[in-house]
């Protein structure tokens, strides 16, 4: 009897034993990746973009303005010290404003004529954007474009962004919001975009592309969209002196 209770004893305590392990595993691979989870840098592909995936972790690029389930993306290649961009943007605002089944987004890409200020700017709109998100970003970006002096020469020297949170300048200190603009700027060399504005339009029902250099307003913009939509395959990239004449409609001057 005394031997039949020690061993009950000893398999209770193995018993004992093997739930404190389980225990203490699953404790670890629920704290872990708090723990140890590296820093990753966040870009939205295009064929990402076709598809609408976008992490909800914290905000960042690519910047949004409409409607997330809009079936066409217009994604734009912009320059903040591009005059043509800047004339543009209100124009480009505007129209996404009035079609809801269209959603902008924003690519960075810095001019090397219009460095160091292009990227300065670009690295203020992105920090304020992180700071406050999407509508926070289109804020900055506007005021970017009404107070720079445009061409390279960049914003007065003793301008500075109203009411900068300390978020927004702790963003402004680190290394965070050069990555992204790097990662725009490759992502629109691979796409053939060299000059700004450019349009990259996204169908995400059929995931074809087309690609337009130059600002294109209005109907055109539309007349565009339809193109892409009808084509079967993805369309050849057209510049602004060489769309089809269903395109080409009044650029901002």
Aim: include cysteine; aromatic fraction near 6%; charged fraction near 20%.
């Amino acid at each position: 009897m005394q031997r039949s209770g020690a061993n009950q004893s000893r398999t209770l305590l193995a018993v004992l034993l093997v739930a404190a392990t389980l225990i203490g595993v699953g404790a670890w691979l629920v704290l872990r990746p708090q723990a140890m989870a590296p820093a990753t840098v966040q870009f939205e592909s295009h064929a990402e973009a076709k598809t609408g995936a976008r992490s909800t972790a914290v905000p960042g690029p690519p910047w949004r303005r409409g409607r997330s389930d809009a079936r066409f993306t217009v994604i734009e290649y912009a320059d903040l010290e591009c005059p043509f961009c800047r004339t543009y943007f209100p124009v480009l605002k505007r129209w996404i404003d009035e079609h809801p089944d269209v959603a902008l987004q924003w690519h960075h890409l810095p001019l090397a004529m219009h460095e160091p200020a292009a990227s300065a700017e670009a690295r203020l709109v992105e920090c304020v954007g992180a700071a406050g998100g999407d509508a926070a970003f289109w804020q900055a970006v506007e005021w970017v474009y009404t107070h720079t002096r445009g061409n390279g020469q960049g914003l007065p020297e003793e301008l500075r962004y109203p009411d900068l949170s300390p978020a927004a300048q702790q963003c402004l200190a680190s290394e965070r919001p050069n990555a992204f603009i790097r990662a725009q700027g490759e992502e629109a060399a691979k796409s053939g975009v060299t000059a700004t504005p450019a349009l990259l339009l996204l169908d995400r029902e059929t995931g074809k592309t087309l690609l337009l250099h130059g600002p294109v307003e209005g109907d055109a913009l539309l007349s565009a969209l339809d193109l892409l939509a009808a084509g079967g395959a993805d369309a050849e990239p057209y510049s602004s002196t060489d769309m089809p004449a269903a395109i080409v409609g009044d650029m901002p001057r």
